[in-house]
């Protein structure tokens, strides 16, 4: 009994031999190894899949699926990584992450390799899972309830409602821009109606507004004097394009004594000017006499300085304007 059992012996060493001499002239070396052969209940490990091989062989890898083994699940498999061994030599690597949520011994069975219908099996791996203490020592305590999520206003707003938010803020703005858009286009309305009415006939207008607001007979009489040389200096500024908006008395004066048009009244210019440098400055209390007569005075200067009218052209009656 005890020499066949030394045949058996012997039979299994030649037999490995003949294997291990098979792979060695295949060039064809897998293996497979763990980080970890034990773990607590819940905790990972990593299997660790080598294979070595010549270039241009066909490999067909292990097929894993979502368990090794009962017990044993698998979380996630890397994508093969080829490393050069140079010798016309290259590694295969793989990585299989594995856990488990169940105390005990497992025993994992060889990962499989098809090369050139072939097949290499790696060793069996065995990987231990030990259950997570338990203090009994303690009391026990409660189970934590649930904590309540942060309050976030957005969650609470209904999608329809941003929507609406959004449309009144566009709405808003529209009407913002039409109403910028009718201003400015209103202002350069009424600027363009000024450019039309000739200097003349606007400080015509002003002047009989002056009258008819009876500022001197309420007892205004520096609100009727600066009105009045406002409408003077608005209207030589538009019709002989003089700054006398920025101008003192005299510099006006002085300008328009030079000027053929004003000479004849550029004496009732000055006086009005002057009766309102008076009541403005030194707050003289002029007689209504002469708050009339510079009425006068100003009605009489616009009059006098008119641009003349241009007649137009007599034209032949055939409506040709070079005569035969």
Same mark, same amino acid.
């Given at each position: 009994m005890?020499?066949?059992?030394?045949?058996?012996?012997w039979?299994?060493?030649v037999?490995? @031999?003949?294997v291990?001499?098979?792979?060695?002239?295949?060039?064809?070396?897998v293996?497979?190894?763990?980080?970890?052969a034990?773990i607590m209940?819940? &905790?990972?490990?990593?299997?660790?899949?080598e294979?070595?091989?010549?270039?241009g062989?066909?490999?067909?890898?292990p097929v $894993?699926?979502?368990?090794?083994?009962?017990?044993v699940?698998v979380?996630? $498999?890397?994508?093969?990584d080829?490393?050069? /061994?140079k *010798?016309?030599?290259?590694?295969?690597? *793989?990585e299989?992450?594995?856990?488990?949520?169940?105390?005990g011994?497992?025993? !994992?069975p060889p990962?499989?390799?098809?090369?050139? *219908?072939?097949t290499?099996? #790696?060793?069996?791996?065995?990987?231990?899972?030990?259950?997570?203490?338990?203090?009994? #020592?303690?009391?026990?305590?409660?189970?934590?309830?649930?904590?309540?999520p942060?309050?976030?206003?957005?969650d609470?707003?209904p999608?329809?409602v !941003?929507?609406?938010?959004?449309?009144?803020?566009?709405?808003? @703005?529209g009407?913002?821009a039409?109403?910028?858009?009718?201003?400015?286009?209103?202002s350069d309305?009424?600027?363009?109606?000024k450019?039309i009415?000739?200097?003349?006939?606007?400080a015509?207008?002003?002047?009989?507004? /002056?009258?008819d607001?009876?500022?001197?007979?309420?007892?205004?009489?520096k609100?009727?004097?600066?009105?009045l040389t406002? $409408?003077?200096?608005?209207?030589?500024?538009?019709?002989?394009?003089?700054? @006398?908006?920025e101008?003192?008395t005299?510099?006006?004066?002085?300008?328009?004594?030079?000027?053929?048009? #004003?000479? @004849?009244?550029?004496q009732?210019?000055?006086?009005?000017?002057?009766?309102?440098d008076?009541?403005?400055?030194?707050?003289m209390?002029?007689?209504?006499?002469? *708050?009339?007569?510079?009425?006068?005075y100003?009605?009489t200067?616009?009059?006098?300085?008119k641009?003349?009218e241009?007649?137009?052209?007599p034209?032949?009656e &055939?409506?040709?304007?070079n005569?035969?």
């Amino acid at each position: 009994m005890k020499k066949g059992y030394m045949r058996l012996q012997w039979l299994g060493v030649v037999l490995s @031999a003949w294997v291990f001499t098979a792979s060695a002239q295949n060039h064809i070396v897998v293996r497979a190894q763990m980080d970890s052969a034990a773990i607590m209940m819940g &905790d990972q490990t990593t299997v660790r899949l080598e294979l070595s091989q010549d270039k241009g062989k066909f490999v067909r890898l292990p097929v $894993i699926q979502d368990t090794l083994v009962a017990g044993v699940e698998v979380l996630k $498999i890397s994508k093969p990584d080829t490393l050069d /061994l140079k *010798n016309n030599r290259i590694q295969i690597n *793989n990585e299989v992450l594995v856990t488990s949520f169940d105390s005990g011994l497992y025993y !994992l069975p060889p990962f499989k390799y098809v090369i050139d *219908n072939d097949t290499f099996e #790696t060793q069996a791996l065995s990987l231990k899972v030990v259950p997570v203490p338990v203090d009994t #020592t303690h009391a026990e305590f409660d189970i934590k309830t649930v904590d309540a999520p942060p309050f976030v206003l957005w969650d609470f707003i209904p999608v329809w409602v !941003l929507y609406l938010l959004l449309a009144l803020v566009v709405i808003a @703005a529209g009407i913002y821009a039409y109403w910028r858009w009718g201003r400015n286009k209103k202002s350069d309305d009424v600027a363009d109606a000024k450019q039309i009415v000739p200097p003349y006939e606007r400080a015509m207008q002003a002047l009989q507004e /002056l009258k008819d607001s009876k500022l001197w007979q309420q007892g205004q009489e520096k609100a009727y004097y600066t009105t009045l040389t406002e $409408i003077l200096r608005t209207y030589i500024d538009g019709r002989f394009h003089i700054n @006398a908006m920025e101008m003192t008395t005299t510099q006006i004066i002085e300008t328009l004594r030079r000027n053929e048009e #004003t000479k @004849a009244v550029n004496q009732q210019l000055r006086d009005i000017l002057a009766m309102a440098d008076f009541v403005k400055f030194a707050k003289m209390r002029p007689l209504p006499d002469d *708050n009339e007569q510079v009425m006068r005075y100003a009605e009489t200067f616009v009059e006098e300085t008119k641009p003349e009218e241009k007649t137009p052209e007599p034209s032949n009656e &055939d409506g040709s304007d070079n005569p035969e």
